[in-house]
């Protein structure tokens, strides 16, 4: 299902990097930072893939500028769609662009438990990741800050990502679109993760015992 959902996007995106470069990958992450389900596992090993072996003239370190202004990018459209709009449109309209109601309230619980560190956390997880700027801007969260944390996480998983595109990109089979090929990849990377999540909550939920 998912090699051939993404197989010809994955090919269309491998020949579009030599001409897009940065701007291509910022325009895809700030989709995936949005209601699209362009996973961003998709857009950054890839081009950090092929920048590290020198078929495309872009840098490490600008494919992570790039991912993160675009998830920013993304992230505050949300934000400002939210803010504007309010919660009855998105919880009567949402599901026409594929957020449901249900997904909406979740965020909202994360976002009412964590606050502005947890947007900083969110981009770090799925579903979350990509939600976070509806309740974000609900609630009226204080943008700057919505902004500084978005760009912080952001940029983490960006650079996590780029390491993976670096080890993984002996497999070609990965890089043409077999995307199951990536659990192997990502699981320390996750694991990593989940640990830092878990703790962040246990401790975030043992704080509100006291």
């Known amino acids: 299902m998912l090699k051939t959902l993404f197989t010809p996007l994955v090919t269309w995106y491998l020949g579009a990097l030599k001409t897009g470069g940065y701007p291509l990958i910022a325009l895809l992450m700030a989709a995936e930072s949005s209601i699209l389900p362009l996973p961003s596992e998709v857009v950054i090993p890839p081009a950090a893939h092929l920048a590290h072996t020198g078929q495309i003239p872009i840098s490490l370190g600008g494919i992570i500028l790039a991912g993160t202004l675009g998830s920013w990018l993304g992230a505050t459209l949300m934000y400002w769609a939210a803010r504007l709009a309010g919660r009855p449109l998105f919880l009567r309209y949402g599901k026409l662009l594929l957020v449901t109601p249900e997904k909406i309230e979740g965020a909202e619980r994360w ?44 940029a983490i998983w960006c650079s996590v990502l780029c390491w993976v595109g670096i080890k993984m990109g002996q497999d070609e089979k990965l890089m043409h679109g077999e995307l199951h090929r990536m659990t192997l990849w990502l699981g320390g990377a996750v694991l990593a993760l989940g640990g830092l999540y878990y703790l962040f909550v246990h401790r975030q939920m043992k704080q509100k015992k006291n």
């Open 111 to 154: 976002a009412t438990h964590y606050g502005a560190m947890g947007i900083f956390v969110s981009r770090l997880l799925p579903v979350v990741r990509h939600l976070i700027g509806i309740p974000a801007g609900i609630v009226r969260m204080n943008y700057q800050l919505f902004s500084v944390f978005t760009l912080l996480g952001s």
